[in-house]
T-cell receptor, first 114, second 113 residues
Framework: NAGVTQTPKFQVLKTGQSMTLQCAQD?????MYWYRQDPGMGLRLIYY???????DKGEVPNGYNVSRLNKREFSLRLESAAPSQTSVYFC?????????????FGPGTRLTVT | GDSVTQMEGPVTLSEEAFLTINCTYTATGYPSLFWYVQYPGEGLQLLLKATKADDKGSNKGFEATYRKETTSFHLEKGSVQVSDSAVYFCALRVAGGGNKLTFGTGTQLKVEL
């Protein structure tokens, strides 16, 4: 099992460009999450999907959109990137069995917006 | 709202020293509590958890006890190794609402020979 995979690993964008971060999990989990990690701020939830077909805003959703493409995949889109979106982005998933509330994280995408 | 407060880092220790990283929380209801660890260049990994008051989570020599009376979940290890150098995050989950986690800001641990 690969667990949670994310692409790309690194990306540099110019202000105003758009891009989509991809996330996939092979653990048959129901729930998926997108976080951003900034120095001194910990992890902040951007959007989450409690189950296939649903998405909800987290703590910092402005400037982002998400799509739960199917049970495995959950993408994060930046429509018009801004320097304030420079961050490390993590996808996570949870759900299933006795450890249904544990979240499993991907390796992250380091995004720089110039 | 729910929140987690961790001690500021970095924490620098010599190998074999005793480690404590403080974590306190504010939550409605009865949260589950977690410690996650992030090694350089990697995503977060679950280190240990506790789901009710007085539970002790333990893994890889690390321990933390869920103290409802002090709303705390301090991480301890009796003898740290250089390989324990990482960032440690305390987190809580309140039942319902998609199993969302609320994280502390993280504490960087550096262990030197």
């Amino acid at each position: 099992n690969a667990g949670v995979t994310q692409t790309p690993k690194f990306q540099v964008l110019k202000t105003g460009q758009s891009m989509t971060l991809q996330c996939a999990q092979d653990m048959n989990h129901n729930s998926m999450y997108w976080y951003r990690q900034d120095p001194g701020m910990g992890l902040r939830l951007i959007y989450y999907s409690a189950s296939e077909g649903t998405t909800d805003k987290g703590e910092v959703p402005n400037g982002y959109n998400v799509s739960r493409l199917n049970k495995r995949e959950f993408s994060l889109r930046l429509e018009s990137a801004a320097p304030s979106q420079t961050s490390v982005y993590f996808c996570a998933s949870s759900g299933g069995g006795t450890t249904s509330y544990e979240q499993y994280f991907g390796p992250g995408t380091r995004l720089t917006v110039t | 709202g729910d929140s987690v407060t961790q001690m500021e880092g970095p924490v620098t220790l010599s190998e074999e020293a005793f480690l404590t990283i403080n974590c306190t929380y504010t939550a409605t209801g009865y949260p589950s509590l977690f410690w996650y660890v992030q090694y350089p260049g990697e995503g977060l990994q679950l280190l240990l958890k506790a789901t009710k008051a007085d539970d002790k989570g333990s893994n890889k020599g690390f321990e933390a006890t869920y103290r409802k009376e002090t709303t705390s979940f301090h991480l301890e290890k009796g003898s740290v190794q250089v390989s324990d150098s990482a960032v440690y995050f305390c987190a809580l989950r309140v039942a319902g609402g998609g199993n969302k986690l609320t994280f502390g800001t993280g504490t960087q641990l550096k262990v030197e020979l």
